[in-house]
Each structure stands twice: as C-alpha cells, then as structure tokens.
C-alpha cells in the first residue's frame, strides 16, 4: 500500500471540501482504496490528505494528474491558497517484537 500524502492552506474549508467532493469519482477512477482529511485542531485554513493505493504507480499517476489538471485551474481547486506539499509514503515494516523478559 501506498500513500500519497497532500498538504496545503486553503482559503476556505467548505468551499475546498466541495471542490474535493467533485473529484470522488475520479479518486475511486484513479485506484484510491482509502482517503482520510484532516486539518489542525486550531488551524481550519489548512488540510492534509491521505489518499492510499494499492501501487506507487498508480499514486503517481494520479498525483500526476492532481498537479497538470486539478491544481492548475482555479476552477478546479477553488480554495487552494498556496503550492500542495507531496509525497509518497510506503509503511515501515516492523521488527518482531521483543519478548518479555521475566521479572
């Protein structure tokens, strides 16, 4: 699984969120498995979005996409106040556990 992780300030939420919600159809299109929004708790001018898929190729094609087609027009991307912040994230695979040593 990999993600591509989003950030960025925005101008306004519910008109990002709108613009956002546009696009739901050509995330499931472009192979998003999973989406998670949030902002800071003190902070609703700026968003981070997680969006997993099953491919690094698929991520980048659809990060791709976001850069030549969704963020180049402000009709697109309404409330985007500034240049998104990207990057693919794939887990850590974690090392065994220790085990308990008696006491």
């Known amino acids: 699984m990999i993600t591509l ?3 960025h300030p ?3 939420l519910p008109t990002w969120k709108a613009a956002f ?3 739901a159809e050509r995330r499931r299109q ?3 498995c999973g989406e998670r929004v949030r902002h800071p708790v003190d902070d609703d001018r700026y968003v981070l979005v997680d969006l997993d898929f099953p491919t690094r190729e ?3 094609r659809f990060l ?3 850069e030549t ?3 180049a027009s402000r009709d ?3 409330a985007l106040a500034g240049t998104p912040r990207t990057c693919l994230l794939e887990p850590v695979r974690a090392a065994p556990s220790l085990s308990r040593r008696p006491g």
């Open 64 to 66: 791709d996409f976001l």
């Open 5 to 7: 992780h989003i950030e």
């Open 76 to 78: 697109s991307s309404p």
């Open 69 to 71: 087609t969704v963020w």
């Open 10 to 12: 925005i101008s306004d």
């Open 30 to 32: 472009g192979g998003v």
């Open 58 to 60: 698929q991520a980048q």
């Open 21 to 23: 919600d546009r696009f």
